[in-house]
């Protein structure tokens, strides 16, 4: 085994699954006007509004980090900041993107187990007082599922999203990975009710090609969005194809089906996991308690997945993950451990 | 005839080659690792880079706007500023994504006739003294083909990145439309040795999906550059995705054959063009003198294009463009003249 | 004469008038809170209040770009513009900080003749369709007095802040030569209820050490507005010296009684310039056609002034000028014609 | 006791010193060229570069937050991130400045004891790899004297400073303080040699009216330095008022002679101090163990001062406290202990 396999590296070393790929060819043909103007585009949206039950503006971009620094540069002015689990991804992956779109809008950090945020933590930020010297707290980020593969119940998210909610503040859901989430059982129609401002769809991870949904479902933040997009380098000329991949993903359900598949293959590897487990499997991933030596052994045998900043090492399983290629990395496991 | 027909609106109403479309299934099989760090990134810059027989780093945007804007970012400081053609897209088509980039910094127009820069109005603004209250200019952005369908000599593009070098500025090169200039009789690896620093290499309107791209000749401006790509939002987990259609446009020199086509239809239609042309038609554009009741009876019969800034109603040719479609639109506009 | 005398160059060029420097060492004695919190602060803030009869939230900065840059930012989102005279000083002497504070706010260039914005070149903007490839406007930028030394009457200025209020957008207004303008005639009190949102109220060129009003009229603007100032760069901790030259300039009118000293100097100027006026003389500047060969002989005779974008040459009689300059001066001038 | 007494709470609650203020008269008089081009400026900027040993381009702004800011903005591109003790000002008290003036530029917080930074923990972040998901550093932000009172040998300094210099990244001193370091024996001219790129020397807190001292020691990033402060909003049309406390301030030596003083305030306070003092007393501030009932009886007793990060009360001396309001203050906290 000589090249390194990214297997389990990441649930974006997969390719796109077979119904995206249909939906891209489809789309392919003829003549469509720019800018996401396209009858592609608008039927994409209306599938995600009928998926979330809900009005909303719906864009597409290319980049997840761009989808959620947009999201959040809109819902806190750049003297102000953004609540979010101090491992949530806009705080530690994305290189300081809320920033830029944000004019140097600012990220304060929530504690809170296994990627999940405590309102207590939340509860302290809201709860200090306005002074010149500091960003005061102006909108939440919530992640579903979470960066640490737990799902949150309605209810939890209910209530964090209701302490912001309370004061007057946005809510952004970082949905990078809400198919699987959904897949877990978490209703995707909950979302509007519970106060959530701008979602950000996962489609990339959930098995598709670059591609991002853009969801403002508090339709008064979305004046001039697409002046805004193009000012921020995010509106592509031919948006078809930022837009077909969603119907492939959703017209016939294959974007939560094949989340189930994805969060199976990690039941699967955490029933033959060895090392211990540092966090609830809920959803596509695995955090296991893994000393130097044995990720050393364990990228020997040529599988390469990364630590994380809890100190954990992380196995990611997507829609194109195998039975046979769980069991293989289990039986590499077993002989490392 | 009841819906408007795009067809000559732009070259990016045309959908993808199928060359393109090919690279693309074929880069979908198997697992990559992301942000650009795959096989598939790797090969497509290496044939950009023989393309251009130069030393590059590259990198692929989903947005031609997103690559002008960080280039020019990357030219000239905040309190600086990028002269441009007046003209230019990115003075006059981008939303203002320089400033956002570039944290405010300046774009100074120039004139000159057809979206040709005049060198002497270049030398004016470089001869301007600095003085604090003023954005002194810092870089040039040249565009090739033009804004107006126009293409410039080598000798012309030397003399005015000289200019710009002379004075140890940057050089911008915006190549939406570089595949129609190199269908045109441009050579490609003239822009090396002419001193472009920063190179923008048209994908989309050259018969892609969406992919720009960003070609740093002089690496010394490439410090950390995935770094800055994904601060910016512009570095897609699945890079594949965006590199693979550079693999369908370069590998059998679709690109440039197939922009020579565009050119050849775009010279078919002006050679029945009834109204009088506005600029000379040396690429895939034609630009004529044509009063509203007579562009409003254009619309009437199903076309749509767009007046532009100077006056002229633009048609754009594709790769896509038959001569079939070419003679309809030419027998309606004698109709209407 | 050997070193260059800079007496008309500006109004910046005088030192600050005594009631101000009273003030100033009034303020010095003594402990205060920090960062505006002081009463010196809210006594100069109070006197503002008055003078506009307004309640407004009012802070002060060391900069008049500043103060402007934060106000149009304020009022435009970064994907929008603020239309303004296209001489105007946030468009021609502000080296792009708009853009610097609004993250790449636009600015639209209106005409008119002698500073003062043409309606219809206005209304023209304003009635441009919202398309994603440009900013559009969202607020429009008012100078009184203007920027060649020209007063608007009131009901001047309420029509073009009406043609903005009538479409929601907001309105800013430039007051770093208001004095100069109430000395002319112009109603201090008429300023909230045309629709000014928000207000600079100069007070560095009106013969003060450095310090500007930033009256926010519109209060629900002011949100966080001290950790906005911080943020920003534009809160000082010992704020009582940006304050207290307030209430030099306001407790017993020196502000308006010296401006209208300045504008009768100016006046006095224009009684004896033998070069052409091309703009009516309304407050302390004048504007006259002279060739470059007259203006070196006027630099040659030690008076420095500056060439506007006009062509026209300027002159700017401030609080310090005396009739024995004025009439030195216009000795200089005769000779030269 | 009716009024809260700040006397304690800051070093900027005092006014300005005698000589400041002299020196400011004598700014007054006359006319004087504007941005800073004028002779008051240019003695000043002499003054400090006397003071310094030093070639440097110097300029002056009201606000140390926005010259700090400026400095790290020019230090660190917006993708990367400067390194500064977790508990700076830079950090901590500057409401995300230095993300506005770097366009979202990154901070890593480095631990340390009492405010110094530890060596190793700065060798920790300069060690880790560059990942595109992450801002790299490119800088070091030093501070002497410390937030907590404490000053760094001039070995301590220059072993930090070098490890950022070994790595070709700038080095900025924040020296806000920086009188109260030189007065506890801090070597000015140690400063250039040790490899500090830009230094913010302070005015305001050693007793200046509003004014700090932009030091570009490295002159290589002093290009069109006058228009990136006009971008900014910091250059200010008067400039002669910021620049003249300088010669107050040292062309006497009153600026380290009177933070001497401060000093030995500190010390006298420290000796009667009854509550325990949780960092050495090297420069001008105590800060002490200090719980909730006796922070309140102590501000019953009319003494505001602050809590800070790190759990302690501050207690800040400056030329202006007397031995007779230490005495006062030590009465009363003896009373509550």
Redesign the interface.
Known sequence: MTDA???F??D?????MPEV?EA??S?????????GTDQVSARAADLIRKALDADAEIRF??????AN??ALATLA?????VAAHEHAHVC???????????????LIGLSGPSGRIDPLSLKTVLDQP???????AAALSLTQATEYGTVYTEAALRELAGLAKARGYGVHLDGARLANAVAAGFDLKAITAMGVDILVMGG??AGS??TEALVILNKSLA??L?????????????GR??AAPWIGLLADGAWSRRAAHANAMATRLAEQMPFPLLHPVEANGLFVEMDEPALHRLRQKGFFVYRFLDGSVRFMCSW?TTPELVDELGEALRQIF
Chains 1, 2, 3, 4 share one sequence.
């Open positions: 396999r990214y297997d590296a990441s974006n070393v997969a390719g796109a790929i891209m060819l789309a392919n043909s003829g003549v469509a006007s720019g800018y971009t290319a980049s997840g980090t761009a620094a947009l002015a750049p003297h102000e900041a530690t992956d994305e290189t300081g993107a809320p920033g830029f779109f944000g004019s140097g809008v600012g306005d002074v010149s010297y500091r960003q005061p990339t991870k090609t670059p004046r001039r697409d002046a805004r997009l193009k000012h921020a380098g995010q509106l592509v000329s031919k194809y930022l194109a």
